[in-house]
């Protein structure tokens, strides 16, 4: 037996390096069994074929939505503060929200007296 025996029709041939990007459609047109089909069943293979195209473009559109969310949610240590709190904030939409209702409560005043007594601390830390 050959191996192009058992291997249904394709566009691209199973010992190629890298696979070509072809659309469904355009693999399908290319097949054999679409020269074989009626008109009714290129209809339907048609349309099978785009909904598998859609498909493929929907997961590429989420896996770099992804690979942009991954990338808005890191930041470098060495990165300025603000840009840190930023991207805390986004990641942290919660936390952010309580810290910013209890400084609410506690009153300019307060708060600037705590900062004062907070800031020398934290700047021994970030030695």
Do not use: C, N
Request: aromatic share 4%.
């Amino acid at each position: 037996m050959s191996h192009s025996a058992t291997t249904s029709a394709t566009a691209v041939p199973p010992h190629a390096e890298t696979p070509l990007v072809i659309t469904a459609v355009a693999a399908l047109e290319q097949d054999v069994r679409w020269l074989q089909a009626s008109d009714a069943e290129r209809v339907v293979l048609k349309r099978i074929a785009m909904q598998r195209d859609r498909l493929v473009a929907a997961k590429h559109a989420q896996q770099q939505a992804k690979a942009l969310r991954a990338q808005a949610d890191t930041v470098p240590a060495d990165a300025p503060l603000a840009e840190r709190l930023v991207v805390f904030a986004k990641l942290h939409p919660i936390a952010t929200a309580a810290v910013a209702g209890l400084a609410l409560m506690i009153g300019p005043r307060k708060l600037m007296r705590y900062g004062g007594l907070a800031l020398p601390l934290l700047s021994k830390f970030k030695r």
